[in-house]
């Protein structure tokens, strides 16, 4: 995984450093430390700081309404990933029928 540090999210996101303390604070990102303790996002936690400034920008949602929809749109991507699972073994298990 890879760790953006707050100058490099600034640059390319437009995302200052006390917008990703306000996201900490209310745990849709985490901020880490490297060894220097410097404070990095890892690039995960950058695309949910970019949605959830993008709600709170263009849609006008608050804080804790970001937070609520962020951390939902994570349980979906994982619901989906486990459905395909699901999908998969479902229809190898089908192959297996159909060969017998």
Known sequence: MRY???AEIAERH????VELEALAR???I??????DEEPVVSSEDVEK???ARM???ELDVNLAGAE???HMRAEMIAMRRQFGEILQALVEE???AAAR
Request: proline share 0%; glycine share 4%.
């Open 4 to 6: 953006l540090r707050f």
């Open 14 to 17: 437009g995302i200052e450093r």
């Open 26 to 28: 209310e745990q849709i």
């Open 30 to 35: 985490e901020i880490k430390q490297t060894l």
């Open 49 to 51: 700081a970019c949605i």
């Open 55 to 57: 709600l709170m920008n």
């Open 68 to 70: 609520v929809i962020v």
């Open 94 to 96: 089908i192959r297996q």
